[in-house]
């Protein structure tokens, strides 16, 4: 049985103007999952995911990756209800 819930994560180091935007949107579109990923003016990225857990969790493992010229320091995730506001997955 599918598990949907809502995944924010906050993804810190050089996260901006290496791709991870499209990287994180490609596998988000790869995995089926709904929501946004977007850049936010203290120079981390932002994910909110919703979809299947062991996706979202598929997801993460991603995010802690990054793109070749990204250097992830740390991701903060956190878990909630789903609410299946999202229809596809933007890059805002």
């Known amino acids: 049985m599918n598990e949907l819930t809502s995944l924010k994560a906050l993804v810190h180091g050089h996260v901006q103007g290496v791709f991870f935007r499209?990287?994180?949107?490609?596998?988000?579109?790869?995995?089926?999952?709904?929501?946004?990923?977007r850049n936010l003016p203290n120079g981390t990225v932002e994910v909110l995911a919703?979809?299947?857990?062991?996706?979202?969790e598929e997801l993460v493992k991603h995010l802690k990756e990054g793109p070749p010229a990204a250097k992830v320091d740390r991701v903060?995730?956190?878990?909630?209800?789903?609410?299946?506001n999202y229809r596809g997955f933007q890059v805002r």
């Open 76 to 84: 903060a995730t956190g878990w909630s209800a789903y609410t299946g």
């Open 50 to 56: 919703e979809g299947d857990r062991a996706r979202l």
């Open 22 to 37: 499209g990287f994180v949107a490609g596998w988000a579109e790869k995995l089926g999952l709904t929501g946004y990923v």
